[in-house]
């Protein structure tokens, strides 16, 4: 076994599928089968009494197939490898506890989801799709921001390009909304590659100001191709979503069409997401988010890894401006000014980054905190305090309070109340 101690990353707290202090190990996935490194020894001072590693494996019971190797790396967040008998190094996966909270949370969720449209209005059960719907966006932000550590502030242009490619699609060229929506979020990743290029030579801060400055430019740039943004007015779909016969011809039954349609769609995209994540590309995103050095040493492709993680950032972006005009048949460049990708990137920090359910978290807070805040407004009679309060009836001024109080309180976002997990 060789002496040689790699430098391990740092841990990254918060992400959704790891421990707390193991998401270093996901360099043990690249660490070739007969590699020494990955079997790195424990170091123990001169006087500590304890057996070497052979002898550990020998008092190992006769039928314990495997044995767990930990020691002061592990105890600080490194990572725990677990070593089976004739078998490569494989890393342990720790066993999540979930918490009270987390169940409520659940619960409380598909309560919500199943009695909102029975008691919505059609006006109503649209607004509250298009919540769920963006959804998709926060999480793009996430995935680019918690789990490739790219910092993107120009999210809401891949949203408007999955828009404007998904109704061009449909009425233009005529095609069914299903190929229409998956064509708006495939253009929209491919745009997403073609942005994420600049992250092969610069990170950090001056990739965000890259990124906002795409935002910034981006509605005088959709000015000037009307064919495919409409211009100036915007571009207004024709083509109509029509349900099935049985399904009714109401208003609200259209509506609920619609909502079940955005649910299924943005429920299969997270179930993907979590697979992507927590697949060998997953982990090699993530290695290349704690220390890109190490990650290209254990054989990751830097420049694969970085832009298929723009790409898919900017994928799920598209796919929620393309569900956009399934709700509204409408679309336009106005809808989409550069503060919009800042909301977006700060309701992904609100959540929490690295976190699926971060980013479900940060979108529900901060329509409850604006529903609040609009009650509050309307209280009258309470001289200067009303006037305080009248504040509380706009969202921009409720959401910007919530972001700075929160991020004191909870600076891993709201869903570090829910990440208690343990190592068995």
Same mark, same amino acid.
């Given at each position: 076994?060789?002496?040689?101690?790699?430098?391990?990353?740092? &841990?990254?707290?918060?992400?959704?599928? +790891?421990?707390?202090?193991?998401?270093?190990?996901?360099?043990?996935?690249?660490?070739?089968?007969?590699?020494? !490194? %990955?079997?790195?020894?424990?170091?123990?001072?001169? +006087?500590?009494?304890? &057996?070497?590693?052979?002898?550990?494996?020998?008092? +190992?019971? !006769?039928?314990?197939?495997?044995?767990?190797?930990?020691?002061?790396?592990?105890?600080?967040?490194?990572?725990?490898?677990?070593?089976?008998?004739?078998?490569?190094?494989?890393?342990?996966? &720790?066993?999540?506890?979930?918490?009270?909270?987390?169940?409520?949370? %659940?619960?409380?969720?598909?309560?919500?989801?199943?009695?909102?449209?029975?008691?919505?209005?059609?006006?109503?059960?649209?607004?509250?799709?298009?919540?769920?719907?963006?959804?998709?966006?926060?999480?793009?932000?996430?995935?680019?921001?918690?789990?490739?550590?790219?910092?993107?502030?120009?999210?809401?242009?891949?949203? %408007?390009?999955?828009?404007?490619?998904?109704?061009?699609?449909?009425?233009?060229?005529?095609?069914?909304?299903?190929?229409?929506?998956?064509?708006?979020?495939?253009?929209?990743?491919?745009?997403?590659?073609?942005?994420?290029? &600049?992250?092969?030579?610069?990170?950090?801060?001056?990739?965000?100001?890259?990124?906002?400055?795409?935002?910034?430019?981006?509605?005088?740039?959709?000015?000037?191709?009307?064919?495919?943004?409409? *211009?100036?007015?915007?571009?207004?779909?024709?083509?109509?979503?029509?349900?099935?016969?049985?399904?009714?011809?109401?208003?609200? !039954?259209?509506?609920?069409?619609?909502?079940?349609?955005?649910?299924?769609?943005? =429920?299969?995209?997270?179930?993907?997401?979590?697979?992507?994540?927590?697949?060998?590309?997953?982990?090699?995103?993530? !290695?290349?988010r704690d220390n890109d050095t190490a990650a290209a040493v254990y054989g990751v492709n830097l420049v694969?890894?970085?832009?298929?993680?723009?790409?898919?950032?900017?994928?799920?972006? =598209?796919? %929620?401006?393309?569900? *956009?005009?399934?709700?509204?048949?409408?679309?336009?460049?106005?809808?989409?000014?550069?503060?919009?990708?800042?909301?977006?990137?700060?309701?992904?920090?609100?959540?929490?980054?690295?976190?699926?359910? =971060?980013?479900?978290?940060?979108?529900?807070i901060r329509e409850v905190f604006s529903v609040i805040g609009g009650?509050?407004?309307?209280?009258?009679?309470?001289?200067?305090?009303?006037?305080?309060?009248?504040?509380?009836?706009?969202?921009?001024?409720?959401?910007?309070?919530?972001?700075?109080?929160?991020?004191?309180?909870?600076?891993?976002?709201?869903?570090?109340?829910?990440?208690?997990?343990?190592?068995?």
């Amino acid at each position: 076994m060789s002496d040689d101690n790699w430098p391990t990353p740092l &841990p990254r707290p918060g992400d959704d599928d +790891e421990a707390p202090g193991t998401d270093a190990s996901v360099f043990a996935v690249f660490a070739p089968p007969d590699d020494p !490194a %990955a079997e790195a020894p424990v170091r123990t001072p001169p +006087e500590a009494d304890e &057996p070497s590693g052979s002898e550990a494996l020998a008092a +190992e019971p !006769a039928g314990a197939g495997l044995s767990v190797r930990s020691g002061p790396s592990a105890a600080s967040g490194i990572g725990t490898a677990v070593l089976g008998a004739g078998s490569a190094g494989r890393v342990a996966r &720790p066993r999540r506890r979930i918490g009270p909270l987390s169940w409520i949370g %659940a619960v409380l969720l598909g309560v919500w989801l199943v009695a909102m449209p029975l008691t919505s209005s059609v006006t109503e059960l649209r607004q509250n799709t298009q919540i769920i719907v963006m959804i998709l966006a926060v999480l793009g932000v996430n995935i680019a921001t918690g789990y490739g550590g790219m910092i993107s502030l120009g999210h809401g242009v891949f949203v %408007a390009v999955g828009s404007f490619a998904a109704a061009y699609a449909v009425d233009n060229l005529a095609l069914p909304w299903v190929v229409s929506i998956v064509a708006g979020a495939a253009f929209a990743g491919a745009v997403g590659a073609l942005v994420g290029l &600049p992250a092969l030579r610069i990170k950090g801060i001056h990739l965000a100001l890259v990124t906002l400055g795409l935002a910034i430019v981006f509605q005088p740039l959709a000015k000037r191709v009307p064919a495919f943004s409409g *211009g100036v007015s915007g571009r207004a779909v024709g083509a109509e979503l029509v349900p099935p016969s049985w399904f009714g011809t109401t208003r609200w !039954a259209e509506g609920l069409y619609r909502y079940l349609i955005c649910l299924a769609v943005v =429920g299969l995209a997270m179930w993907l997401t979590h697979n992507i994540i927590n697949s060998r590309p997953g982990r090699a995103m993530r !290695a290349v988010r704690d220390n890109d050095t190490a990650a290209a040493v254990y054989g990751v492709n830097l420049v694969v890894s970085r832009v298929s993680t723009f790409a898919a950032s900017a994928t799920l972006a =598209g796919l %929620a401006g393309a569900l *956009g005009i399934v709700l509204v048949p409408f679309t336009s460049q106005e809808s989409y000014p550069f503060q919009e990708s800042l909301v977006l990137y700060a309701t992904a920090v609100l959540g929490g980054l690295g976190s699926l359910w =971060g980013s479900v978290l940060g979108v529900a807070i901060r329509e409850v905190f604006s529903v609040i805040g609009g009650l509050l407004g309307d209280v009258s009679g309470l001289g200067p305090l009303g006037e305080f309060l009248r504040l509380l009836d706009e969202e921009q001024f409720v959401f910007g309070v919530l972001l700075v109080a929160l991020t004191f309180v909870f600076p891993r976002g709201l869903i570090g109340m829910f990440s208690r997990r343990r190592n068995d």
